[in-house]
């Protein structure tokens, strides 16, 4: 798939290589019940990709064995998997953190009324997309009546104490740009997300992740069919900043996909990028642990996509 993409002049990525092993970011499943058109996994409510419960266990002894401190559950909507709960109930009994990448609108899905409470009982830390504050951007990016469900998602959270002073329940939103572009300077975005929402629907929130779209999948058919793949490609490439590269959240996690599979990033896993150096894919249960520190880390051209102005990562800005 990635052999297909257009290749710019002077792209070759430079070489980085792994720190210590922090974090297991999970990717549940592609089944979801939005079909957004900036999601690099072509998630959708037709998909049926689902993590089971074997894979869940063998991920869990991992975590034990390996002293890992966080999973970052993703999808897809992670919580339509039916061993979500299970998976968040066993972590947290290991003190392992949960981070759920929440859409808000599952939230207000049937069958999944009591979600936000159980989130709440096991101090689930959420991200949650709202890819724009006004109604009109969001409806367009993910889908109509998506931006006034996510707002009732969000002040159940708030009542639940998420996203509130002094309390331990942190909720988190993500921006991803409209189109072409970079995101603009986090902070100030987050300023102005703030008071709109607080100042609109009472909603308040701990901090803004302004995450850059990554050029694959879904988002990359969107550019490719407006002409507009590589002049996105070289605004990456000519935006790339060095210092960027210290903190990339490849440097210290692992993806692992539905099946088991583990992969540098998640974006590696949707064009199928075997781990660091190897020549085929790697399966969790064949991982050598002690091997991963200082291991080359597998890149290519749609990895500008972090290091391009302010830097990007599932944390947000790298600076």
């Given at each position: 798939?990635?052999?297909?993409?257009?290749?710019?002049?002077?792209?070759?990525?430079?070489?980085?290589?792994?720190?210590?092993?922090?974090?297991?970011?999970?990717?549940?499943?592609?089944?979801?019940?939005?079909?957004?058109?900036?999601?690099h996994?072509?998630?959708?409510?037709?998909?049926?990709?689902?993590?089971?419960k074997?894979?869940?266990?063998?991920?869990?002894?991992?975590?034990?064995?390996?002293?890992?401190?966080?999973?970052?559950?993703?999808?897809?909507?992670?919580?339509?998997?039916?061993?979500?709960?299970?998976?968040?109930?066993?972590?947290?009994?290991?003190?392992v953190?949960?981070?759920?990448?929440?859409?808000?609108?599952?939230?207000?899905?049937?069958?999944?009324?009591?979600?936000?409470?159980?989130?709440?009982?096991?101090?689930?830390?959420?991200?949650?997309?709202?890819?724009?504050?006004?109604?009109?951007n969001?409806?367009?990016?993910?889908?109509?009546g998506?931006?006034?469900?996510?707002?009732?998602?969000?002040?159940?959270?708030?009542?639940?104490?998420?996203?509130?002073?002094?309390?331990?329940?942190?909720?988190?939103?993500?921006?991803?740009?409209?189109?072409?572009?970079?995101?603009?300077?986090?902070?100030?975005?987050?300023?102005?997300?703030?008071?709109?929402?607080?100042?609109?629907?009472?909603?308040?929130?701990?901090q803004?992740?302004?995450?850059?779209?990554?050029?694959?999948?879904?988002?990359?058919?969107?550019?490719?069919?407006?002409?507009?793949?590589?002049?996105?490609?070289?605004?990456?490439?000519?935006n790339?900043?060095?210092?960027?590269?210290?903190?990339?959240?490849?440097?210290?996690?692992?993806?692992?996909?539905?099946?088991?599979?583990?992969?540098?990033?998640?974006?590696?896993?949707?064009?199928?990028?075997?781990?660091?150096?190897?020549?085929?894919?790697?399966?969790?249960?064949?991982?050598?642990?002690?091997?991963?520190?200082?291991?080359?880390?597998?890149?290519?051209?749609?990895?500008?996509?972090?290091?391009?102005?302010?830097?990007?990562?599932?944390?947000?800005?790298?600076?």
């Amino acid at each position: 798939m990635h052999d297909t993409l257009p290749l710019l002049q002077n792209s070759t990525f430079p070489t980085i290589h792994r720190k210590q092993l922090e974090i297991l970011q999970l990717n549940l499943g592609y089944l979801c019940n939005l079909s957004c058109t900036h999601c690099h996994v072509n998630a959708s409510p037709k998909r049926t990709e689902l993590m089971d419960k074997e894979t869940i266990d063998l991920i869990l002894a991992f975590a034990v064995q390996n002293q890992i401190k966080t999973f970052d559950l993703t999808g897809g909507a992670p919580e339509m998997n039916p061993h979500f709960r299970y998976l968040v109930t066993q972590a947290t009994q290991l003190k392992v953190k949960v981070i759920d990448r929440c859409n808000l609108v599952i939230l207000e899905e049937e069958n999944f009324e009591d979600l936000a409470e159980f989130l709440a009982q096991h101090k689930v830390e959420i991200v949650a997309s709202l890819p724009c504050y006004l109604e009109d951007n969001v409806d367009k990016q993910r889908g109509k009546g998506t931006f006034l469900r996510s707002i009732s998602a969000l002040k159940r959270l708030n009542a639940l104490g998420y996203g509130q002073e002094n309390s331990d329940l942190q909720l988190n939103l993500v921006f991803n740009p409209q189109g072409a572009n970079l995101p603009p300077a986090q902070k100030n975005l987050e300023q102005r997300y703030k008071q709109h929402l607080l100042a609109q629907f009472g909603i308040m929130f701990n901090q803004l992740f302004a995450i850059t779209n990554v050029p694959i999948q879904r988002f990359g058919s969107v550019l490719m069919s407006h002409g507009e793949f590589e002049a996105y490609m070289q605004l990456l490439l000519d935006n790339y900043q060095v210092a960027n590269l210290e903190g990339l959240m490849c440097r210290n996690t692992l993806s692992i996909d539905w099946q088991g599979f583990v992969y540098d990033c998640d974006f590696n896993q949707m064009l199928q990028l075997p781990l660091g150096n190897q020549t085929g894919k790697t399966h969790l249960r064949d991982l050598n642990f002690e091997n991963l520190a200082q291991q080359t880390i597998y890149t290519l051209q749609h990895c500008y996509a972090c290091t391009a102005g302010q830097g990007s990562s599932c944390g947000g800005a790298l600076q």
